[in-house]
C-alpha cells in the first residue's frame, strides 16, 4: 500500500516537471536525441560529380589546344598565299616590262633600218640618213609596265637586271633627245650658224647611245649581256 502511494507521487511530479519545462525547449531536446539517434552519414563527395569535374577539365583542355592550332594554322595558309600571290604579281610585272623591252627594241631597229643607207629594206631611198631623220621623229617609247611594275619588280629581278633596265630606259630617253638635238644642229648649219663639226659630234652622240642600247639587248632575257 505504501509502494503505490510512493509511486503514484512519483507520477504525478514527473508530470508536473514536464508542463513546467518550455515547449520549444522541449522541440529541441528531441531533436537533438532523434539526431543523436541517427547514424552517422558519409559526407565525401559523389564519384560521378569527380568524373564530370576531369572531363569538363580535359574537354577545356582540348578546346584550347585545337583553338591555338587552328589559329596558327589560319596564319600559315594566310602567309602562304600572300607569298604565292605575290611572287605572281611579280611574274606578271617581269613578263610585262620584258616584253615592253622588246616592243622599244623593235621600234629602234626599225627606225635604224631607215637611217641606214645600205639596207635594202629602207623605204625611203631618196633620203638621206640625217634628211629622213630630221623629218621623223624617234618612236614613241613605250614606259607604261616599267612605271607602273617597277616595285612588284624589285622583288623579282637581281640588282644587276635592275641596274640594265634602269640604264636601259634612260638610254632610249637620251637617244630621243640626242636625235632632236641633232636635227637642230642640221637645220642651224643649213642655215649657216653652226658648222658641220657640231652637226657630226651630236650624230655621234646619237649613234654611239644606238649602238649601246643594241648591244645590250633586252636586261631580263637569259640570253642578255650580264
Not at 615592253?100 to 637611217?115: F, K, S
Not at 637642230?184 to 653652226?194: A, D, I, N, S
Request: glycine share 6%.
Amino acid at each position: 500500500m505504501h509502494r503505490h502511494f510512493v509511486l503514484v507521487a512519483a507520477l504525478c511530479l514527473a508530470c508536473a516537471v514536464a508542463r513546467a519545462v518550455p515547449a520549444d525547449q522541449r522541440a529541441s531536446a528531441t531533436a537533438v536525441a532523434s539526431v543523436a539517434a541517427e547514424p552517422v552519414r558519409d559526407k565525401a563527395p559523389s564519384s560521378d560529380a569527380l568524373v564530370g569535374l576531369i572531363g569538363t577539365l580535359v574537354g577545356a583542355a582540348i578546346g584550347a589546344v585545337i583553338s591555338i592550332v587552328a589559329v596558327r594554322l589560319a596564319a600559315r595558309t594566310q602567309r602562304e598565299q600572300e607569298r604565292a600571290a605575290r611572287i605572281a604579281r611579280t611574274q606578271t610585272a617581269r613578263a610585262l616590262v620584258t616584253a615592253e623591252i622588246d616592243h622599244n627594241l623593235h621600234a629602234l631597229e626599225g627606225y635604224l633600218a631607215q637611217t641606214d643607207l645600205e639596207n635594202p629594206l629602207r623605204t625611203y631611198s631618196n633620203l638621206s640618213g640625217r634628211e629622213w631623220i630630221a623629218v621623223h621623229p624617234t618612236p614613241n617609247w613605250s614606259t607604261i609596265a616599267w612605271e607602273r611594275a617597277l616595285g612588284d619588280l624589285l622583288s623579282g629581278a637581281s640588282p644587276a637586271e635592275m641596274l640594265h633596265v634602269f640604264s636601259l630606259y634612260n638610254d632610249l630617253k637620251a637617244y630621243s633627245l640626242a636625235t632632236e638635238l641633232a636635227v637642230r644642229y642640221h637645220t642651224m648649219q643649213l642655215e649657216g650658224k653652226v658648222d658641220d663639226a657640231l652637226v657630226a659630234a651630236t650624230y655621234g652622240v646619237q649613234g654611239g647611245l644606238a649602238r649601246k642600247i643594241r648591244q645590250a639587248g633586252n636586261p631580263l632575257r637569259p640570253e642578255a649581256v650580264a
